[in-house]
């Protein structure tokens, strides 16, 4: 039997990005997770890219850090258990217009604690300072999902944030499944 892979909002994602992304390129992974996206990140930047995560849990990030050694790209990323919201503090200043890409998965860890989401408000904060950091040309991708808990609300209110950068940006995309309202909703947005 052939196992046809799964078509999903974050393979998009990565088969957009990835051309993108040129080696040398410095990015942020603001939401680490499992380290699905770090790692993509890490792999499309190159052994002369940098990439810097953020995650509020300890646990995600001792697995993404292990996921990234085994690859060989612990080197090139800097992972902080600090929430996204804390952005400018702690990022290095180098990086302030450098930055080509960031991205956001945003809501729970899979097969982790549900209730340790991504909040509206303080998503809007990191998306705010993102986007100043991002350098001319740089994109950032953000997929959220309305069907848990909070997450229409978390959903609107990226929607507010992307409409106040829309005259600003050279592009914005946003990508969801037609007729449902819940399903996941992917924006990329060009600066
Ligand atoms: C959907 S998961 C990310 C999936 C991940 N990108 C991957 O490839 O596995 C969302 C993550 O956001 C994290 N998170 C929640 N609030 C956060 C915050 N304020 N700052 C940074 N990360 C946060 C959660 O701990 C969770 O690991």
Same mark, same amino acid.
């Given at each position: 039997m052939t196992v046809r892979p799964r078509l999903s909002l974050v393979r998009m994602a990565h088969a957009c990005l990835g051309p993108f992304l040129r080696p040398g390129d410095w990015a942020v992974d603001a939401t680490v997770g499992n380290g699905g996206d770090t790692v993509f990140l890490a792999r499309a930047v190159g052994p002369t890219g940098r990439v810097f995560g953020f995650d509020i849990q300890a646990a995600a990030l001792e697995r993404a850090e292990r996921r990234l050694v085994e690859e060989g790209f612990g080197e090139r990323v800097t992972l902080r258990q600090? $929430? @996204?919201?804390?952005f400018a503090e702690v990022?290095?200043?180098?990086a302030r217009g450098r930055l080509r890409c960031a991205m956001f998965n945003l809501g729970y860890l899979p097969g982790g604690d549900r209730t340790r989401t991504t909040r509206a408000e303080t998503t809007v904060a990191a998306l705010r300072q993102t986007w100043e950091w991002l350098g001319e040309g740089g994109v950032v991708s953000i997929i959220a999902y309305? $069907? @848990?808990?909070?997450g229409a609300e978390e959903a609107a209110a990226v929607a507010g944030w992307v409409e106040s950068v829309r005259t600003a940006a050279r592009t914005a995309y946003r990508t969801q499944v037609v007729g449902r309202p819940e399903a996941p909703v992917w924006w990329l947005v060009m600066k």
């Open positions: 600090v $929430g @996204h919201q804390h990022m290095p200043l180098e309305p $069907g @848990h808990p909070g």
